[in-house]
Each structure stands twice: as structure tokens, then as C-alpha cells.
Nanobody, 128 residues
């Protein structure tokens, strides 16, 4: 089992930055690929970013490329999502997710059904 707890959400103005954190406990964190998803009201959950278990590779959704950066600190069992140049359309509940597989060192899942564990989510609201 893996427990995930997100933090760092809030209300900001357009153009501002936020950094989300996701603290993990349970299974060995360094064996998990980690993903960030978001879900706005009335919309499906959307892949935002992901990082391999070692942190050597990242991948981003088209809508956040160049503005968001995902990283991890395996010594702290924490993954981060740095969000810059925020836009009102970034408003959503943000979730972190964890996936364990043998290929986690180089494969980043992008579908919700590929992830085994989810956090409770943190609200990000960007005002115009």
C-alpha cells in the first residue's frame, strides 16, 4: 500500500506560481513512477505531468508544457509540481498518483487506469 498526501494548493491570480507537493509513505518511493493529474468541474481527469522512479525522465501534457515542472526527491519521499505562469484554465483539483511496475525507471503512465494509488487532491484556483 502507498499513501499519498498532496499540499500546496490555493487561490492565486493569473500569471502567478504555485508549487504542489505530494508526500508518499508505504512502499519504497524510489520504485514508483509518479504522476500528476487534474480535474475541473464537469471534465474528465487529465494527465498533467509525470516523472520516472529515478527522476531521470519527465513528461507533460500539452496544455502545461513549458509552464509546469515535475521533480522528485527520493530522500524525502516527495514529488513536486512547480506551476508557473498560471492561467484561469488551470483551475482544478490536482491529484498525485503512484504506479509500480518493473519499467518505472523509464516509463511514465499517462492514463488514470495505469495508476494504482491516488491522493485526496488539492484545489488550485486561478483568478483572472
Amino acid at each position: 500500500q502507498v499513501q499519498l498526501v498532496e499540499s500546496g494548493g490555493g487561490l492565486v491570480q493569473a500569471g502567478a506560481s504555485l508549487r504542489l507537493s505530494c508526500a508518499a509513505s508505504g512502499r519504497t518511493f524510489s520504485s514508483l513512477a509518479m504522476g500528476w493529474f487534474r480535474q475541473a468541474p464537469g471534465k474528465e481527469r487529465e494527465f498533467v505531468a509525470g516523472v520516472t522512479s529515478t527522476g531521470s525522465r519527465t513528461h507533460y501534457g500539452d496544455s502545461v508544457k513549458g509552464r509546469f515542472t515535475s521533480s522528485r526527491d527520493n530522500a524525502k519521499n516527495t514529488v513536486y509540481l512547480q506551476m508557473d505562469s498560471l492561467k484561469p484554465e488551470d483551475t482544478a483539483v490536482y491529484y498525485c498518483a503512484a504506479d509500480y511496475r518493473l519499467s518505472s525507471r523509464y516509463y511514465i503512465p499517462q492514463r488514470t487506469d495505469e495508476y494504482d494509488y491516488w491522493g485526496q487532491g488539492t484545489q488550485v484556483t486561478v483568478s483572472s
